[in-house]
């Protein structure tokens, strides 16, 4: 029997997580379960789940969540504060699955175990970069990709040698509005860009996915994720969604990871890491019903985050971690109304070139750029 803590158990990750805990509830003992402020989901689950604490990041749910739990020897927590000790209580796996820049604390804490993390929460990993891949150096932490691509280069990779990769190709299905013009993404709505052709995903990954901004920091994370260096990363639109990355040697061959656009596969494969598990996909793949896979490079006139992507990449330090808060606040604003589907590249254009700070040394550091850039961004949004 192994722990394990899910951070962000409410959302899709999560709950496709639980999913498959659920169908091996012998094999798991939970340990902290996590929400924003869904005080209801996140105590019917600790319940189910039998989990040893329930937090929720909102501290003002704290009695809702107390009564919610009451007398059954649940501990209820709330504020950023409780989930960085909830991610600190001893778990053998803990899923990182928080969206944005709100899940770096609690996923450090968790690195700081030195037991198995497994990443769903990029936006972490893109803010910290070397803060947090130096904290899993420190406690020897096996860190496992979730996200589907970097789940699938792991698989390519699997342990070869960085030295012999010629290239590690990422693919993007291109999101629900990859053929339209650009004046067309210029009336795109919030509910247009949530409806995923291929994959059913919580809304500001999804819109991540409408931009392409999922894929630029996708990209970051996988720099950080497999150290082969820039220049050999790159980006192709693949809209089946069917290989999920590529692996090319130097010797020629290309190695590829296959399979159905649901999350519970690469999920699967970080829970039983090294081994294998039964996930509940009855039907195997069937290429010849697919019929053709096709591939097709970027257009970074219409979509500029991949381009934004690379060149905070490239400049390191602080940048990427202001090229994703600009991305959060520019995405929330649209997911509200208060701006089109461009101005979210536009934004975070306009903040890259206003905010430049020094390169952040520890997590605090990092939190600080973040909130920092999060101002820039309201500002720009003001049009001050
Ligand atoms: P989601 O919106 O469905 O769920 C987010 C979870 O985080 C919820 O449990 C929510 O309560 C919690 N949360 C939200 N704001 C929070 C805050 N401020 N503080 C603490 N907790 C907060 O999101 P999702 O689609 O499950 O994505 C989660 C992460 O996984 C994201 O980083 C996303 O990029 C990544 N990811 C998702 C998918 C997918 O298929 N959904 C695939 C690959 C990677
Ligand atoms: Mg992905």
């Known amino acids: 029997m192994r722990s394990i803590s899910i951070l962000g158990a409410t959302g ?36 189910e789940f039998g989990a040893e604490v329930a937090v929720c990041a909102d501290g003002t749910k704290l009695e809702a969540l107390r009564e919610a739990l009451a007398g059954i020897g649940i501990d209820a927590a709330a504020g950023e504060g409780a989930l960085v000790e909830a991610a600190s ?7 990182a699955a928080i969206v944005g820049c709100a899940g770096l604390a609690p996923t450090m804490a968790a690195i700081a175990q030195g037991k198995t993390v497994a990443l ?7 803010s910290a970069g070397e803060v947090m891949t130096a904290l899993v150096a420190k406690h020897g932490t096996t860190l496992l990709p979730m996200d589907s691509e970097h789940n699938a280069i792991f698989q390519c990779l699997a342990g070869s040698s960085h030295k012999d990769v010629r290239w590690i190709t990422l693919t993007a299905s291109g999101g629900p509005f990859r053929d339209w013009s650009l004046e067309q993404l210029q009336t795109a709505t919030a509910a247009q860009a949530v409806k995923h052709p291929n994959w059913d995903m919580g809304a500001k990954i999804s819109v991540d996915s409408a931009t392409m901004f999922n894929k630029g920091l996708e990209f970051i994370e996988a720099y950080h994720l497999f150290p082969v260096g820039l220049d050999r990363l790159r980006i192709i639109v693949h809209p089946q969604s069917i290989v999920h990355s590529m692996v090319e040697y130097r010797d020629g061959s290309t190695l590829a990871q296959l399979g159905p656009s649901d999350m519970r596969v690469p999920i699967a494969s ?5 081994a294998r598990m039964d996930t509940p996909l009855a039907d195997t793949l069937d290429l010849a019903a ?3 896979l096709t591939f097709r490079a970027p257009d970074e006139v219409r979509f500029p985050a991949t381009r934004l992507a690379r060149e905070a990449a490239r400049a390191g330090g602080g940048i990427p971690a202001v090229l994703n808060a600009a991305n959060e606040v520019a995405v929330a604003a649209f997911l509200a109304g208060q701006i089109g589907f461009t101005r979210i590249a536009a934004t975070v254009e306009a903040v890259l070139n206003r905010y430049a700070p020094a390169a952040p040394a520890a997590l605090d550091e990092v939190l600080a750029v973040d909130a920092e850039a999060r101002a820039v961004a309201a500002a720009v949004l003001a049009g001050g």
């Open 290 to 292: 697919i019929g053709e």
């Open 120 to 126: 769903a929460n990029k936006e972490a990993l893109v």
């Open 89 to 95: 209580r001893p778990a053998d796996m803990t899923v």
């Open 270 to 274: 970080c829970l039983a890491h090294p």
């Open 12 to 47: 899709s990750i999560g709950t496709s997580t639980l999913d498959l805990v659920r169908r091996s509830r012998d094999q798991w003992r939970v340990v902290a379960l996590t929400a924003n402020g869904n005080v209801g989901e996140l105590a019917r689950l600790a319940r």
